[in-house]
């Protein structure tokens, strides 16, 4: 019944946040730019006229458009050598607010920008004016906002270190390009369930909850024992913790890397092996979706409303920067897998999978989800239970994260 009328609730939060009516779609049919003597222009075609505002971002230097939420539909950008520019991405900043970023090479200041309405044949254009600039009148001069458009978003920090869709990204190296590497990586682990919510309970009545917090102590343990990382973890009893407060945990301690460490049952008692997750919004299939509603049923254990706004705002945050944290965890995660082969850990087919795993969500750690074997899989979850067994495992996920680590340095250092 209460589940009916959460149904009902969400139904209703829908209509009542639908628009009346429905502006027609945006879209970006072009964007081009043109070198002057004086300055480079850059020429946004809209299909309509839209709000707008430009402004520039500091570390490293962008400039940045955004837009009523758009469909992107430019084929291909010429970007002229003597300008600067290393990329153009675009995305979704926040519901109804969509992003254009141009990667410039040297401090730049936008001089003009401004809405040309469709006339004489030509569609509706914004034109952004910009050109170099030293440091100092950068520094000066760079928060200065062009344009009206009103975003709930801050200007600055918030999208410092993000990266979002990158028009010509498949190419990019998949490891961190916006943040230099610390001597000393922070590494989060996150031990699954815990408190009120066991997790999987196994064949043996072991409960997920104490065999991922066992496993979490000790992979800490022999991390910290090298030397090259700080660990932490998002709990270290047996408490409940939501879904939205690990994620928030990992950023607000600074993680480098944050893993979920869980051991899941199914329904097929004969399945074994470990796999490592990462973030999609479509599951790989239909075993690793029930997999993940499961996991991401922890918050409803622990009585807290899905509808959270950490959850939404998680939501919105995703779309800035998850296409480049998206690729670091990917590779992470097939990293990982290697180790886990290497190690002698059995494996499931394609153990590199995705779904949408709510703790999977913070928009700029690197973040992967391993599920180190099935409870529900009598040998597996005996030999989970076992210290040795769990050792094997730690020693195959240590050597996946110094992987990771050496290909982070060699990125940065190159
Ligand atoms: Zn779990």
Redesign the pocket.
Known sequence: MQRFFFHIFIFLTVLVCAPAVQAQNLSVNDLRFGVHADKTRMVIELSRVSSFRAFMLSDPVRLVVDLESFDWRVNTITQPTSAGISSVRNGLLEPGISRIVVDMQNPTLIQNAFLLPAAQGQPNRLVVDFGPASAQDFAQRFKTIHGSLKTNAPTTQAQTRSNINTASGSGAPPTPSYKPPRAKPVIVLDP??GGQDP??VGANRMF?KNI?LATARELKKQLEASGRYTVKLTRNSDKFIRLSHRVKKARDMGGDLFISI???SIDKPNVRGASVYTLSNTASDAQTARLAA??NK?DLIGGVDLTHEDEQVADILIDLAMRDTMNQSKFFANTLVDHLKKGGVRTLPNPHRYAGFAVLKAPDIPSVLA?IGFMSNKTEVANLSSPAYRKKIVKALQRGIDAYFARVQKNNSG
Do not use: I, L
């Open positions: 699954g369930h997790g999987a997920e991922t869980h051991a899941d499961r996991e922890a599920e």
